[in-house]
């Protein structure tokens, strides 16, 4: 298996709901990312994790607040957000931290903020 | 932290036609990589080159890390070779270690 599943695809919430945005994957990997990608922009990284702890959180609004349960799985709890935070939102992982060869991206999570 | 420039951030070709894309960094960087993006938005993984030429089919990519830019040559394009082209690096510095990426460059592949 040498994918990154991400679910849902499209999600819409209100600015009041709790939502979370989940990440899977099953090659082994102990590095799982979050990018947030705006439209016509590059991805940007928002959370890095390594070995199921937080390794960087590139000042990220408390808004987001990701946790990894378990070295195959991602989570991005998602609260009280605005609408400047649609985007798609991609996961990522790699063999480690740091380590590019094999790093692998979902196919993200298209958020519409209203 | 590190500046990543590609070129040219759009361009369109007619089916058949061979193009360079270029992307330029401005610090040493520990690995390049090259993805394609397509218009639903998956990222898929084209080149994990850090350095010297790697060929896959009609693509092929060269990184000369002492001048610090990489090419992707594209050759007999086809309509689905369209979307986005990023370059993104990873370097030591700065506590940084996601990818970096350039802001694209934007590739319409017309039949």
């Known amino acids: 298996d040498t994918e990154v599943t991400q679910t849902p695809k499209h999600l819409v919430m209100g600015m009041t709901n709790k939502k979370s945005l989940k990440c899977e994957q099953h090659?082994?990997?102990?590095?799982m990312y979050w990018y947030k990608q705006k439209a016509k922009k590059p991805p940007e990284l928002m959370f890095v994790y390594s070995y199921e702890k937080l390794s960087i959180n590139e000042s990220v609004p408390s808004r987001f607040s990701p946790e990894c349960p378990n070295s195959s799985l991602l989570n991005l709890h998602l609260h009280a957000l605005q609408p400047e935070d649609s985007a798609l939102y991609l996961c990522?992982?790699?063999?480690?931290?740091?380590?590019?060869?094999?790093?692998?991206f979902g196919s993200g999570t298209r958020l519409t903020v209203v | 932290g590190i500046q990543v420039e590609q070129s040219p951030p759009d361009l369109i070709l007619q089916e058949g036609a061979n193009s360079t894309l270029r992307c330029n960094f401005s610090d040493s960087v520990n690995n390049l990589q090259w993805f394609h993006q397509n218009p639903w938005g998956q990222l898929i993984n084209l080149f994990y080159?850090?350095?010297g030429t790697k060929q896959n089919g009609r693509l092929s990519a060269t990184t000369v890390a002492t001048e610090r830019y990489s090419l992707l040559y594209i050759s007999s394009s086809q309509t689905t070779d369209s979307g986005v082209y990023f370059c993104a690096v990873m370097y030591s510095g700065g506590g940084a270690d996601g990818l970096t990426f350039g802001k694209g460059t934007h590739l319409i592949i017309q039949p």
């Open positions: 990522a992982s790699s063999p480690t931290q740091g380590s590019a060869m094999g790093y692998t």
């Open positions: 080159i850090p350095s």
């Open positions: 090659m082994g990997h102990r590095a």
